[in-house]
C-alpha cells in the first residue's frame, strides 16, 4: 500500500482528497492535518508520500517542506496549490519538492499521480508546468551549466524538454518511440551529464536554459 498525509488548512479538500484516495486499492490515506502538526504527523505515520499544501495560514507550506525534507528518512511531497501559476512553486521546487498538483485535479487522475510520486516520478502537468515557467522566468544558465547542456546529445535534449513538460517515462517513450530500457538509460545519461540528483532539478535547468519554448512542448493530451 502506498501511505499518504494530506496537509491542506482546508477541510474539505482534506476530505475530498481522502475519499478519492482511498477508493484506489493500493493507496491508503493515513493521516490528514491542517498545517502545524504537520512534521509529527509524519514523523508517526512515516508515509510514502505527502500531498502538502503550498498556502496555509497558520504555517505556510515552504517551511512545513524544509522540516520535512530535514528528515533522515524524508517521504516524497509534492505541493498542492490552486492556481498554476503561484510564485512559490518554483521555490518549492528548488527546496526539494517531487512536483505540484492543482487542487481542481481530475479525481480519476489524482490515484496515478500519487502513484507516479511513490515510484520516484516527477509530477508536473503539461500545461501546467508551462504556466510556472512563463510566470517566473529564471536567471540564464552560466557558462558551466551551459557546457553540461552541450554534453547532451539532440535525443537528450529532447528527452530533457520533455520531462521538463512533466511527462513520464513511459509517456516521453510512447511520445518518440523509445522502449523502458532505453527510456531509463536516457534519463540517467542525462542526470549524469547535468550534474543534477533529480528528474526535478534537470527540468529547472531545461526551464533556464529556454529548452521549454512554445515550439519545443506540444501538448500530452493528459
Known amino acids: 500500500m502506498i501511505r499518504v498525509v494530506v496537509v491542506d488548512d482546508e477541510a474539505l479538500v ?10 484506489a486499492d493500493d493507496i491508503e490515506v493515513v493521516a490528514t492535518t491542517a498545517g502545524p502538526e504537520t512534521f509529527d504527523t509524519v514523523r508517526r505515520e512515516e508515509p510514502d508520500v505527502v500531498l502538502l499544501d503550498i498556502r496555509m495560514p497558520e504555517i505556510d507550506g515552504l517551511t512545513v517542506l524544509r522540516q520535512l525534507r530535514a528528515l533522515s528518512q524524508p517521504p516524497v511531497v509534492a505541493v498542492l496549490t490552486t492556481f ?7 521555490t ?15 479525481p480519476e487522475q489524482l490515484a496515478q499521480l500519487v502513484r507516479t ?21 529564471g536567471a540564464a544558465v552560466d557558462d558551466e551549466e551551459a557546457a553540461r547542456l552541450g554534453r547532451l546529445s539532440e535525443r537528450e535534449q529532447e528527452v530533457l524538454a520533455l520531462i521538463a513538460e ?12 523509445l522502449s523502458a530500457g532505453t527510456m531509463e538509460d536516457h534519463v540517467s545519461a542525462i542526470l549524469t551529464k547535468l550534474r543534477v540528483g533529480s528528474r526535478v532539478q534537470a527540468a529547472l535547468l531545461a526551464q533556464r536554459a529556454g529548452l521549454l519554448a512554445t515550439e519545443r512542448c506540444p501538448e500530452s493530451g493528459r
Do not use: C
Open 14 to 23: 482534506r476530505s475530498g482528497f481522502r475519499l478519492i484516495l482511498n477508493a
Open 117 to 137: 510520486l511513490a515510484a520516484g516520478g516527477v509530477v508536473m502537468s503539461p500545461n501546467a508546468s508551462r504556466a510556472v515557467w512563463q510566470s517566473h522566468p
Open 84 to 90: 498554476d501559476s503561484d510564485e512559490y512553486i518554483l
Open 166 to 177: 512533466g511527462l513520464s517515462n513511459a509517456e516521453i517513450g510512447g511520445r518518440i518511440h
Open 92 to 106: 518549492a521546487l528548488r527546496s526539494g519538492a517531487a512536483g505540484f498538483l492543482l487542487k481542481d485535479t481530475e
